[in-house]
């Protein structure tokens, strides 16, 4: 079975600073994918970033990017110059990726999550 | 991009009524939806999986005649909390997932359920 582990409950970082957060899963699949959610206070998810396994080249989305390092089944996310707007809880979560008509419904696995607080 | 909507945002009930959460893919048809329940700062708990047409697919340890679910057509499914009482106070979630969009749920903002 896949696990996502995020060890790293709580961060903080300065406004305009970088901070890395962390995230571990456990898998036999070779092909799958990863994602960063976002859920702000207002508790609605937001998709950050993916990353899909078969690709070596590392997501990157405007300030979000990911350092995905497959034998190691690390994806860690970099958030570079941190705004208020990102004080949030941010997920990992993971994805086998099987056949459209596989009749697999695709779960995502999540991780528990790592609260970021934004300071001014 | 994909919108999911999810009615009513929050809800009152007494202890032993029903309550019924209905989610909705405004801008695509979902041929899946998924339920979650999330505690206070923990994770997301993946309830059920349902197709539009069929049965709902129930994760181990979740009640299936206490949280009905129906996915009666490509843009609307519903969660039924039966006989609802406290220890059900939480807030659910709704994913969909179109047929273009098979990597990637689309997440609705979430139900706020309250047991009195």
């Excluded at chain 1, 079975?1 to 305009?16: D, G, H, I, L, R």
């Excluded at chain 1, 570079?80 to 086998?96: E, H, I, N, R, V």
């Excluded at chain 2, 029903?18 to 899946?32: N, W, Y």
């Amino acid at each position: 079975a896949q696990t996502v582990t995020q060890s790293q409950p709580e961060m903080s970082v300065q406004e305009a600073e970088t901070v890395t957060l962390s995230c571990t899963y456990d898998t036999s699949e070779n092909n799958y994918y990863l994602f960063w959610y976002k859920q702000p206070p207002s508790r609605q998810m937001i998709l950050v970033i993916r990353q899909e396994a078969y690709k070596q080249q590392n997501a990157t989305e405007n300030r979000f990017s990911v350092n995905f390092q497959k034998a190691a089944k690390s994806f860690s996310l970099k958030i570079s110059d941190s705004q208020l707007g990102d004080t949030a809880m941010y997920f990992c979560a993971f994805m086998k990726h099987e056949a459209l008509n596989a009749g697999n419904n695709r779960k995502l696995i999540w991780g528990l999550g790592t609260s970021l607080a934004v300071n001014p | 991009g994909a919108v999911v909507s999810q009615h009513p945002s929050w809800v009152i009930c007494k202890s032993g009524t029903s309550v019924k959460i209905e989610c909705r893919s405004l801008d695509f048809q979902a041929t899946t939806m998924f339920w979650y329940r999330q505690f206070p700062k923990q994770s997301l708990m993946l309830m059920a999986t349902s197709n539009e047409g069929s049965k709902a697919t129930y994760e181990q340890g979740v009640e299936k005649d206490k949280f009905l679910i129906n996915h009666a057509s490509l843009t609307l499914s519903t969660l039924t909390v039966t006989s609802a009482h406290p220890e059900d106070s939480s807030f659910y979630i709704c994913s969909a997932r179109g047929v273009s969009g098979v990597n990637e749920q689309f997440f609705g903002p979430g139900t706020r359920l309250t047991v009195l």
